[in-house]
Structures are given as C-alpha cells and as structure tokens.
C-alpha cells in the first residue's frame, strides 16, 4: 500500500518525537514533577491544536491536492493536519526537554530550587502586563498593515490576530513567574531547530505539492514571492509556538512542593526519579541560593 505524500511527509515530526522521547524516558532524564508536567502539556497542546484545526482551518487554508491525504476529514479538514499540528507542538516540548535535560544541562536549574521558588509564591498567575500592551499595540498595527497592504479584503488581518493570541497568551500568564528557570540557550535552539525545519519543509514540499494552501484575503499580504507566495504568518508561526514552553515551566513550578502533589506520583515514579530522596529538607542556609525572593520575584518587570 501506498500512503499519499502528505501523510508520510509527517514523520518530519513523528520520527523525532518518537527518537527523543525513548532517549528522555530511557534514561530516566526527568523528575516525577517533570514527567507529569511534560505528559500533562502534551496532552493540553493536542486537546487545543484539534480544537483549532476544527474552528479555524477552514478559515485559513486551502487543502488543494486531495490525493496528497488518506481521505478522512473529521470536522472537514484533512486527518494529517490535525497529526501534523500535534506532533509538530509535541515536537517542540520534546526538544526543548532534549536540551534542558541532557544537551544544554548546564544552564538547568536544580529541581530543589523550584521547591524553595514555589513555597515564596503567594500566587501563581502574575499578568505581564508590559505584555498586554505589546499585544494591544501589535494587533492595531497587524491591522493597518492589512488595510494598506492587503486593501479590498477587509480590515482584519485574521489569521496574524489568531497566531499574536496564542503566542501572547501563555507569555502574559506565565513569563513573569517562569522566566528564572527557562533554559534561554535550549529555548533559542528549538526556535531556530523549529522554524527552519517548518519553512524548508513547507516550500519545498507542502505549497509546491499542494497539501494546503493559504487563504490570502485573510493574510496581512506580505507574501514571499520565491517561496510560493508563502505569506510572513507562516515564517514566524512556529517560532512563535516555541512559547508553550511556558506552560511546561509553569507546571512543573505549580507542582514542585516539599511534599508529593502530583497525581499518580506513584505510577510515574517508573518514567522519572523522586528528587526528595537523598534530601535533609529545604531549610537553613540553602534557602539563600534560591534564584529570587518571594516579594522580589515575579511581582517585578
């Protein structure tokens, strides 16, 4: 049997998902807190990315070679999309894990600190709000650049207004609580992994072979003529992606507490290591090396 071209493609993603995945696990790289938050961004990362394939893919895309996908259209977009997507946010979780972990471990912060971290906090949602006026400022120019670039197809640039939303969401959440303790080096490599690998995948494959297409009246119209008028949205919607990693950082802080408060931490004793054992407590003089200070930290910037 020969499966259509848009659906072996997919193993762009799969194969390193797969790959990184046996190594991270295999070795036990992961604490319980970590395994769980890994499992649990996942599968919130797959939950959303089948909710907006079903909302909006219809909206921006064009599916133009029907011979290129299995044939199966759940909500009426291709079966592949919904694994390219998922796979494609897996894969970005997966390799920044890859550098925190093993790759890049000497600018991983040791686990007790989150423990020390979280006890200090009074709350966990502190809004950027410097944040929330660069996503007002950046939508309001999103929408002069369509009108005068991409004039005669409305005012609303929709498919930029979706990708700023989802980027600045998690950033205006959670930046401010979990800024201390993303490892910047391994978030720069899954960007630039990340986003070269996404725009020589899709120029030379996806818009040339016709797995989808954009629907430009909903682009700003800036479009990349010698890349298949591919439009600058889809340059920077993987780079921008790269910022759930926020949300991994987020629950692991959420859950590393002196004592064990993640669910099943029994059951997941088997894919990581419990970094309580060994430890006389998380008092004394070692409460000094905590990266920041409970009304110091997160409250600034």
Known sequence: MQFPEYTVSLLIWVLPD????????????????????????????????????????SRFFTFPEPRSVLGWHPGGVPFEEYVFYISGFWFILFLYVFCDEWYLKAYNLPDEWYARFRRRLDRLVYPHWRGVAWLGG???????????????????????????????????????????????????????VTTLLSVIWEVTLALPRGYWNYQHPSMLGIFIGVWHDLPIEAV??????????????????????????????????????????????????????????????????
């Open 138 to 192: 950046l939508a309001l120019l999103s929408v002069a650049a369509k009108v005068f670039l991409n004039p005669g197809h409305g005012w609303l640039p929709g498919y930029f207004l979706f990708l700023l939303l989802m980027a600045y969401g998690p950033f205006v959440l959670f930046y401010r609580v979990t800024r201390r303790f993303v490892n910047w080096r391994g978030f720069i490599v899954t960007v630039l």
């Open 236 to 301: 920077t919607v993987w780079g921008s992606s790269t910022l759930v990693i926020l949300i991994y950082e987020f629950v692991k802080i959420r859950y590393f507490t002196p004592a064990p408060t993640t669910p099943w931490h029994k059951a997941l004793k088997k894919l990581g290591y419990d970094w309580r054992e060994g430890q006389s407590g998380l008092s004394g003089s070692a409460e000094g090396s905590a990266p920041a200070k409970k009304d110091s930290g997160p409250a600034t910037g």
């Open 18 to 57: 797969v790959a990184i995945g046996i190594f991270v696990f295999g070795k036990r790289l992961l604490s319980v807190e970590k395994v769980y938050a890994f499992l649990l961004t996942v599968g919130v990362l797959a939950a959303i990315g089948c909710g907006l394939d079903l909302l909006f893919a």
